[in-house]
């Protein structure tokens, strides 16, 4: 997947590079990443499997342009991302400095204490992002989003008619109470990551977080989005350690912030449901259908005890 014409180009930015020593070490929907040696540094090659479709997996000349935009915050993201294009101006790579750390999963954060720690750092890290001002250059490098508008309608009207009678009268349920219950058009909006998960986290050894990566899906948006991505990553306690953070360090949490929390969190299988058939041999759909169930269940459990 590494070609001829990428080797060339990446050696003209680092000619210490080591093209022949290289390992994959993630795939997404949109894009597959190597890791390749260096002296100086390892850098990350991200090779985009639909170049003419970058919203699939994310879109890394936004990616490259929103850390441009960012840097001097202190916030643990990539130094620079490269753009590398053929000679039609076509996107073959997106190249960073690789950064040391493993993905915040249920390992990483075993005990009590490593898990205060981590959700301290999470909510301080998404309570300056999401204070950061909406400068013209980043309202044209990131989309205006309204999630109800723009997102979930068409992902419950693509997901609607692949379900059960059970999973379709409560997901007509839950949304219609949404929207009833949420102006979405009123909602503050922020710069936000859009797509934050514990394997977008990176953290040392201690704990630390030395990276949060991956920000080709960040929008202007509600910011109650990424908090749904933390209840999904780690669970509703850590969430609300997370918010207490967020909330002490300038991090604006509205009346029903956690009612759309909640539904942002209800909502994520959909994305496996309206589009995962076309990945992993179906599995992410079947994933996706799985974790829906699991949700109409929990509800239901919930219903009978009141």
Same mark, same amino acid.
């Given at each position: 997947?590494?070609? /001829? ?7 003209? #930015? ?39 479709? /970058? ?13 441009? @935009?960012?840097?001097? $915050? @202190? ?18 790579? !997106? ?9 915040? @999963?249920? #390992? !990483?954060? *075993? ?18 992002? *999401?204070?950061?001002? $909406?400068?013209?250059?980043?309202? @044209?490098?990131? /989309? *205006? ?10 992902? =419950? &009207? ?14 007509? &349920?839950?949304?219609?109470? #949404? ?20 394997? *977008? ?71 496996? =449901?309206?589009?995962?058939? =076309? #990945? ?27």
């Amino acid at each position: 997947m590494i070609s /001829p014409t990428l080797i060339q180009e990446l050696l003209k #930015f680092d000619r210490r590079l080591a093209v022949s020593d290289n390992d994959k070490i993630g795939e997404g929907w949109g894009s597959v990443a190597f890791r390749m040696k260096s002296v100086s540094n390892d850098w990350v090659v991200r090779i985009p499997k639909y170049p003419d479709a /970058p919203f699939v997996g994310g879109d890394l000349r936004r990616e490259a342009s929103i850390l441009g @935009n960012i840097q001097g $915050l @202190n916030l643990p993201v990539s130094d620079e991302i490269f753009i590398i294009e053929d000679n039609c101006g076509r996107l073959i790579a !997106a190249v960073h400095k690789y950064i040391y750390g493993s993905p915040s @999963n249920g #390992f !990483a954060i *075993h005990g009590r204490g490593n898990r205060m720690k981590l959700a301290h750092q999470i909510g301080y890290f998404l309570s300056v992002l *999401h204070q950061i001002p $909406l400068t013209s250059e980043l309202k @044209n490098a990131v /989309p *205006h989003i309204d999630l109800w508008t723009d997102r979930y309608v068409d992902l =419950i &009207e693509r997901s609607l008619p692949k379900l059960a009678s059970r999973s379709r009268d409560w997901l007509t &349920e839950v949304s219609s109470q #949404f929207q009833r219950d949420v102006s979405s058009h009123k909602i503050s909006k922020v710069l936000l990551h859009g797509d934050l998960s514990a394997e *977008h986290i990176l953290v040392d050894d201690d704990i630390n977080i030395s990276g949060v990566i991956d920000f080709g899906d960040a929008m202007i948006a509600d910011p109650a989005l990424d908090l749904a991505g933390v209840r999904w990553a780690y669970g509703k306690r850590l969430l609300a350690q997370v918010l207490k953070t967020y909330t002490a360090n300038g991090g604006v949490v509205d009346d029903d912030f956690l009612q759309r929390v909640e539904f942002y969190w209800k909502m994520v299988p959909l994305y496996l =449901i309206a589009d995962g058939e =076309i #990945f992993n041999d179906g599995q992410d759909f079947t994933d996706g259908m799985r974790q829906l169930s699991s949700r109409v269940a929990a509800d239901s459990r919930m219903k009978k005890k009141k």
